[in-house]
């Protein structure tokens, strides 16, 4: 039987994971993105996509450290192929 594994994931505290009027175009719904822009700054989430191409929206500075960065390393800690 085959098993998921959700990593990295974040929810409001009513639990929800993305915003009203989700669709196709808009994946996180509206104001969905919202919920996840506490991981951005942190230092895990930075090294994670330095490289990237992402890495032209985020500045090369090592990033916020602190609990949010400790939840985002945990989140991310084993990913990959």
């Known amino acids: 039987m085959a098993k998921l594994r ?4 974040g929810l409001s505290l009513d ?5 009203p009027e989700q669709s196709l175009e808009n994946p996180l719904g509206v104001g969905g993105l919202a ?3 506490w991981v951005f700054p942190t230092r895990a989430f930075r090294a994670m996509h330095r490289g990237d191409y992402t890495s032209q929206l985020i500045d090369q ?6 609990i949010d960065d400790d939840f985002a390393a945990r989140g991310m800690a084993n990913i990959g192929a």
């Open 6 to 9: 959700v990593n990295c994931f």
């Open 15 to 19: 639990g929800y994971g993305a915003g």
């Open 35 to 37: 919920l996840h822009e």
């Open 61 to 66: 500075e090592e990033g916020a450290i602190g």
